[in-house]
């Protein structure tokens, strides 16, 4: 049974940091596509960014320069390293993944999504980042 669970949300100031883990079991996460979702109060669910089974990487531009994600092979791990948080990045974070090693991102409007729906969802962790 595959599980994805989220972890390091929190509440902190505009221009500070947090990382956001993703321990995923049932699966090898280095094999699939894993993303980053988001979904801001009132707004609809976006995608942060995409990491490939090679390593190839896709963000939002709203985040680049300030997120990265990054994995952790012995840990079966996910992480996303924000910095110089705005109170813009409130929101909730999901982690997701999908069955196939190639996430198909797409740019569209500065935003980042994925061509095939993604197969599995944590339940997400909340960030607050106040001004």
């Known amino acids: 049974q595959v599980q994805l669970v989220e972890s390091g949300g929190g509440s902190v100031q505009s221009g500070g940091s947090l990382r956001l883990s993703c321990a995923a079991s049932?699966?090898?996460?280095?094999?699939?596509?894993m993303a980053w979702f988001r979904q801001a109060p009132g707004k609809e669910r976006e995608g942060v960014v995409g990491?490939?089974?090679?390593?190839?990487?896709s963000y939002a531009d709203s985040v680049k320069g300030r997120f990265t994600i990054s994995q952790d092979n012995t840990k079966n791990t996910l992480y996303l390293q924000m910095n110089s948080l705005e109170p813009e990045d409130t929101a909730m974070y999901y982690c997701?993944?999908?069955?196939?090693?190639?996430?198909?991102?797409?740019?569209?409007?500065?935003?980042?999504?994925?061509?095939?729906?993604?197969?599995?969802w944590g339940k997400g962790t909340l960030v607050t980042i106040s001004s």
């Open positions: 990491i490939d089974s090679d390593g190839s990487t």
């Open positions: 049932g699966f090898t996460a280095s094999s699939n596509c």
């Open positions: 997701a993944a999908a069955a196939r090693p190639v996430c198909e991102a797409y740019y569209e409007d500065g935003g980042v999504d994925f061509f095939d729906d993604m197969d599995y």
